[in-house]
């Protein structure tokens, strides 16, 4: 018989393609990354705006139906919404005169699963693990 390891697929640790902030440390690249992520997340319109967009029955809203939700012009929406755009948390489609967002989902799951501690697991041993 052979003694070879079963890897369970799924639960990435420190040598996983997917790791959390809990296992393995961020490489530069990766901290940069999340860090436009987060920014554009730190501010409360586009918080707001990410929380519109993806709640709408159906999957899209458009940008018709999300100025009004706000105190600001129609300029400023467009800004973060191209902030939110750019750290790849929503997309869009014009139509005829109209441009309809959409949450991409990919980006949300991404930051839960780097958040997420793992399965079983207390923040004490991961930090005693790390020093």
Not at 31 to 59: C, Q
Request: net charge neutral; aromatic share 4%.
């Amino acid at each position: 018989m052979s003694k070879q390891e079963l890897v369970v697929l799924g639960q990435d640790g420190p040598g996983g393609c997917c790791p959390t902030l809990l296992t393995a440390p961020l490489d530069t690249g990766q901290a940069e990354t999340l860090a436009k992520v987060f920014k554009a997340l730190g501010d409360p319109v586009r918080l707001r705006l990410l929380s519109l967009i993806a709640s709408r029955a159906g999957g899209e809203v458009c940008v018709c139906d999300l100025t009004p939700a706000f105190d600001l012009s129609q300029p400023t929406i467009s800004h973060h919404l191209k902030l939110l755009k750019q750290a790849g948390l929503i997309d869009s489609e014009r139509r005829g005169t109209w441009v309809y967002y959409r949450l991409l989902p990919e980006m949300t799951d991404r930051l839960a699963a780097i958040l997420t501690r793992p399965a079983g697991a207390s923040l004490t041993e991961h930090a005693g693990a790390a020093l």
